[in-house]
Every structure is written in structure tokens, then in C-alpha cells.
């Protein structure tokens, strides 16, 4: 049995900025802070650990109920966001997962930044969320390491749940248009397809040694491959 780790903005998907704006409205309208820090970078990065950062950068408590009130304004916010701006699916997601969902031999989860239940609103929006039964989330780890170990244990369930034993796992798998993505792949020992969809470069990509390198996600047979 097979595993295969999605990332979600940049590599799934582009929400147009809607992500962005909802993030800048919840520090706006719960905290009275605008605009926020340019200083603090998203890419690749938790939810958890982009708020902890923003909030060490204008002087906000980081308190559980300071993240707490961040995390209902954020979804909240996402939702309204969503439908304000012009999101895409990324070339050739939509034919690998079909690819994918056709194997009895592989799962498909998620490994991504946002918290669960935005990773849930994005890709509902764009009709994906039936995709993938289970994941690594933002919601309680500033370290993507944590994520991914999160993810693979939630896929070694999956897998028990059909009988499949964590000895008999095979290839584990993560997609995703980071750096970050590369370093939380290899801290669980997976191979890694890096695309440059997102903000990253495929030079800089190349600098995280990734097993394949790609455009897009459209080369679907040269993704199945590294699953032999």
C-alpha cells in the first residue's frame, strides 16, 4: 500500500489571494493591527506558526485564547473570502487524483500548512475535498516536521483499517511546491515530487533535491512511476 501526501496552496490549488486577505482582515478586525508585518513569510509554512510569528511581531499575546480567537475569525473569514476571488485547480491535479482514486494499491491524504478546517473550505470550493480521507493539519504544530509526522500516522490508520500493516507500506509520497514541503518529506522518509505552481522556483526547488522535478502535475506517468 502506497501513500501519497498532498499540499495544498501552490500545489493543488491557488485561491487568488483569498487565503491572504482573510489572513490580513482577522489581524485587522480582531487585534486592530494593519497592515501586517511583511516581515513574516508564509510560504510553506503552518498556519499555527505564521500566526505565533505575527503575533511576536506586533506585540499580541500569544496566549491559546489570542490563538483561539485568530482561528474562529480566520475560517470565519476564509469563507467569505473564497468566493470573492478568482481561485484555480492547478494543471494536472485533477487527472492525477482521478489516476490515483482508480488504484486499490494507494491513499491519498493531505500534508499542508492550513488548518483543518480551511484545507477543508478550499478545497470544497473547488469540489477536491472528497479527495482525501485524512491528513496532517496546521492546527497545533509551528514545526511542518510535526505535520508530517501527523500525516503519516494518520495514514498508517488508514492502512490498518484495511489490513495493511505498517511493515507492508510501501512508497510514501508527498507533493508539494516548497521547500519546506522537500525538508517535512524527508524528516518521514518520503520521495518527493516538487512543482513549481506556487511561489518557488524551479531553481530553487532544485536546491531541496527533490525526486522529480516537474512544471505542473500533468507528467501523471512520471509521478505514478515513483510508486513502483
Given at each position: 500500500?502506497?501513500?501519497?501526501?498532498?499540499?495544498?496552496?501552490?500545489?493543488?490549488?491557488?485561491?487568488?489571494?483569498?487565503?491572504?486577505?482573510?489572513?490580513?482582515?482577522?489581524?485587522?478586525?480582531?487585534?486592530?493591527?494593519?497592515?501586517?508585518?511583511?516581515?513574516?513569510?508564509?510560504?510553506?509554512?503552518?498556519?499555527?506558526?505564521?500566526?505565533?510569528?505575527?503575533?511576536?511581531?506586533?506585540?499580541?499575546?500569544?496566549?491559546?485564547?489570542?490563538?483561539?480567537?485568530?482561528?474562529?475569525?480566520?475560517i470565519a473569514r476564509v469563507d467569505e473570502e473564497l468566493p470573492r476571488h478568482e481561485g484555480?485547480?492547478?494543471?494536472?491535479?485533477?487527472?492525477?487524483?482521478?489516476?490515483?482514486?482508480?488504484?486499490?494499491?494507494?491513499?491519498?491524504?493531505?500534508?499542508?500548512?492550513?488548518?483543518?478546517?480551511?484545507?477543508?473550505?478550499?478545497?470544497?470550493?473547488?469540489?477536491?475535498?472528497?479527495?482525501?480521507?485524512?491528513?496532517?493539519?496546521?492546527?497545533?504544530?509551528v514545526d511542518r516536521n510535526l505535520i508530517a509526522a501527523d500525516a503519516l500516522a494518520a495514514?498508517?490508520?488508514?492502512?490498518?483499517?484495511?489490513?495493511?500493516?505498517?511493515?507492508?507500506?510501501?512508497?510514501?509520497?508527498?507533493?508539494?511546491?516548497?521547500?519546506?514541503?522537500?525538508?517535512?518529506?524527508?524528516?518521514?522518509?518520503?520521495?518527493?515530487?516538487?512543482?513549481?505552481?506556487?511561489?518557488?522556483?524551479?531553481?530553487?526547488?532544485?536546491?531541496?533535491?527533490?525526486?522529480?522535478?516537474?512544471?505542473?502535475?500533468?507528467?501523471?506517468?512520471?509521478?505514478?512511476?515513483?510508486?513502483?
Amino acid at each position: 500500500m502506497h501513500i501519497c501526501l498532498f499540499d495544498i496552496d501552490g500545489t493543488i490549488l491557488l485561491t487568488g489571494g483569498a487565503g491572504m486577505q482573510a489572513f490580513r482582515r482577522t489581524f485587522a478586525e480582531e487585534f486592530g493591527v494593519d497592515p501586517i508585518s511583511g516581515d513574516v513569510s508564509f510560504s510553506g509554512r503552518s498556519d499555527r506558526a505564521i500566526a505565533a510569528d505575527l503575533f511576536a511581531a506586533h506585540g499580541i499575546d500569544p496566549s491559546l485564547e489570542n490563538w483561539e480567537r485568530f482561528y474562529g475569525g480566520y475560517i470565519a473569514r476564509v469563507d467569505e473570502e473564497l468566493p470573492r476571488h478568482e481561485g484555480t485547480v492547478l494543471p494536472g491535479v485533477e487527472a492525477l487524483l482521478g489516476e490515483l482514486a482508480l488504484r486499490d494499491d494507494v491513499l491519498i491524504g493531505l500534508l499542508t500548512g492550513n488548518v483543518r478546517e480551511t484545507a477543508r473550505r478550499k478545497l470544497v470550493h473547488h469540489d477536491l475535498w472528497y479527495r482525501f480521507t485524512f491528513g496532517g493539519y496546521g492546527d497545533q504544530h509551528v514545526d511542518r516536521n510535526l505535520i508530517a509526522a501527523d500525516a503519516l500516522a494518520a495514514a498508517v490508520e488508514q492502512a490498518a483499517a484495511v489490513g495493511v500493516q505498517r511493515e507492508a507500506l510501501g512508497t510514501v509520497l508527498v507533493l508539494g511546491d516548497t521547500l519546506n514541503d522537500i525538508r517535512c518529506a524527508r524528516s518521514i522518509g518520503a520521495k518527493v515530487v516538487a512543482v513549481s505552481t506556487g511561489q518557488s522556483s524551479a531553481e530553487v526547488l532544485r536546491q531541496g533535491k527533490p525526486d522529480l522535478l516537474l512544471e505542473t502535475l500533468e507528467p501523471t506517468e512520471q509521478i505514478l512511476q515513483l510508486l513502483s
